[in-house]
């Protein structure tokens, strides 16, 4: 199932004004309260990569810890509203040390690919900028 | 058995590592497991917990130690009585996975944890000796 199924819809106050059914199970008790209530701690890591959607009315794409595992999040703009396309990458496996290690190491390799290589994201979204 | 200041906390394992007794505060994570040999209900504990539990019946002294598992850094004590073995907890951190931050702090506290309850261990072990060599003296 590609990103297009999973993605959850919020107004200019970044209310949860949708759901798709792919997400409903997990985000369809947020429906109708703001998105920072419903996931506590989320706005610092969120909100500056949804504003920029916001300012400059482009698809922004990243990569975020929260809530136990790493998640890529492309962001639709369209006027203030936004839609937002999660998909889980991985997660932290807490069970032993060595688990956690592992896991931690995974989930460092992922957000520092993002760190060195900002993705471009109208190539990203580009059949041309394919080779 | 001396687990009522456990509050009730406390799992009796018999010789074989079975769970044959859980505490009224245990319940909702060991009662569904009453009758497993802990070790399988946990497999990916084993190297964690085996070494404590044969040094408590190898030796009839209770054991304490502190460990890290699924989440959390616990203190947790073996004592033995006859054949069987009680083990009590508590736990000490757990750790915040919500943000990288949160998760950061929760670690820096778990090692802290681990290292404090390691110390404090090794001096109780140092008195213990010390008071058995006073004592043949």
Do not use: C
Request: hydrophobic content about 40%; aromatic content about 8%.
């Amino acid at each position: 199932m590609t990103d297009q199924h999973r993605y959850y819809v919020l107004d200019s106050s970044d209310v949860v004004i949708q759901v798709s059914t792919a997400l409903h199970e997990t985000m369809g008790r947020f429906l109708g309260h703001s998105l920072w209530e419903s996931m506590p701690r989320a706005e610092l890591i969120f909100r500056p990569y949804f504003e920029e959607a916001r300012q400059t009315g482009r698809e922004v794409e990243f990569v975020a810890f929260y809530g136990g595992g790493t998640t890529r999040l492309r962001i639709v703009p369209s006027g203030r509203a936004l839609t937002v396309h999660p998909t889980r990458l991985s997660e932290l496996n807490v069970r032993t040390l060595g688990t956690l290690v592992a896991s931690l190491r995974q989930i460092e390799a992922e957000l520092a690919v993002q760190a060195r290589a900002p993705l471009d994201l109208r190539a990203h979204g580009s059949p041309q900028a394919l080779p | 058995m001396a687990v009522g200041d456990r509050a009730g906390r406390y799992i009796v394992l018999d010789g074989d590592y079975r769970i044959v007794e859980v505490g009224p505060a245990a319940e909702a994570g060991f009662g569904p497991l009453l009758g497993q040999v802990i070790l399988d209900a946990f497999p990916d504990s084993r190297a964690l917990y085996r070494p404590y539990y044969e040094r408590a019946k190898r030796t009839r002294e209770p054991v304490a130690f502190a460990q890290y598992y699924d989440g959390y850094v616990m203190h947790v004590g073996l004592e033995p009585v006859g054949s069987k073995l009680i083990v009590t907890w508590d736990k000490l951190v757990m750790l915040d996975v919500l943000t990288l931050d949160g998760l950061k702090a929760s670690l820096h506290n778990a090692l802290s944890a681990i290292s404090t309850w390691e110390d404090r261990l090794t001096r109780q072990r140092r008195r213990e000796t010390f008071r058995v060599v006073e004592h043949d003296a």
